[in-house]
């Protein structure tokens, strides 16, 4: 049976869409996603080349199974790679390295639990190329809307709790084990 299995796979990449490279061919800077930072990469790209920064894309939308050739055709053009994802340790910058044997020159990573926006991407990519840096984490530290956020629980003082404020969670501070609390009446 994983004989049989192993069979298949070799001719599932025949059906499956390789890649493709968004965005000049030529560009100082190759962002790589995968997964639900597609959207937010196009933008960040397109601010980019808007701000004098050449910028393309590549989004990989299969990790089993691997287009390693075509991904690695790919990049073996690319001046500088950067690897963005949602987590702490780069698991798909070494994935990317042990198919296709090509290393990342730079990591954007986010792993507070809350998803990247455009500006997060631009400024990390910033900083990357104008500093040289290696690794940039980046975390949601802003409260949501500006609104007053209080730690804890809230209470009114009253044993009245008809009166007792509702609670949402709205924000995380730059701490993500630290949850904070808007209260509204």
Known sequence: ?????ARKMVHVLDDVPAPTLQGP????????????????????VERLNR???STNHLQI??????HAAEVGALLRGSRRIVVVENNHSGQFARHLRAETGIAAHGHIRKFD????????????VREIVETGKNVV??????????????????ET?????????????TAW???PWQTHLQCSR
């Open 173 to 175: 501070r730059s701490e």
């Open 61 to 66: 939308k299969f990790l089993v199974p691997f």
């Open 113 to 124: 639990g809350e998803p990247f926006e455009p500006k997060h991407i631009v400024g990390a």
């Open 25 to 44: 061919a030529d560009a100082e800077v190759t962002l790589i996603g995968w997964g639900s930072t597609w959207g937010v990469l196009a933008e960040a």
């Open 137 to 154: 984490d980046v975390l949601s530290t802003e409260p949501a809307g500006g609104r007053n956020i209080r730690r804890g629980r809230a």
């Open 1 to 5: 049976m994983v004989r049989k299995r």
């Open 157 to 169: 003082g009253r044993g009245d709790t008809s009166r007792r404020p509702a609670f949402r969670d």
């Open 51 to 53: 701000e004098g920064l």
